[in-house]
């Protein structure tokens, strides 16, 4: 069995910072990709920013520049470093693990944390 668990969410001011925290831990050998979605009231899911066990890294456009994410494959834990938040940021953030390979060798496919809001306003 394969857990996410998120943390770092909250309210925060226009122009402020947040950084949100995803572990992963269970029956893990390795992870693939791992990433970072935002779903806001009446919208869809959408990707905010992915990064592969390499380091290589993909972000939606109204984030670039703005959002890091990056990883600790020895913890299994992806960040996503946010600055300059905007009200459009508003929404709740889930972390996701696209592939991953368990101790017994097996691959698992697409496990999703329980997502922590993250609210920007004045």
């Known amino acids: 069995q394969v857990q996410l668990v998120e943390s770092g969410g909250g309210l925060v001011q226009p122009g402020g910072s947040l950084r949100l925290s995803c572990a992963a831990s269970?029956?893990?050998?390795?992870?693939?990709?791992m990433g970072w979605y935002r779903q806001a009231p009446g919208n869809q899911r959408e990707l905010v920013a992915a990064?592969?066990?390499?380091?290589?890294?993909n972000y939606a456009d109204s984030v670039k520049g703005r959002f890091t994410i990056s990883r600790d494959n020895a913890k299994n834990t992806v960040y996503l470093q946010m600055n300059s938040l905007e009200p459009e940021d508003t929404a709740v953030y889930y972390c996701?693990?696209?592939?991953?390979?368990?101790?017994?060798?097996?691959?698992?496919?697409?496990?999703w944390g329980q997502g922590t809001q993250v609210t920007v306003s004045s």
């Open positions: 996701n693990v696209d592939r991953l390979v368990t101790i017994t060798r097996q691959i698992k496919y697409n496990y």
């Open positions: 269970g029956n893990i050998f390795s992870i693939n990709a």
């Open positions: 990064v592969t066990s390499g380091g290589s890294t």
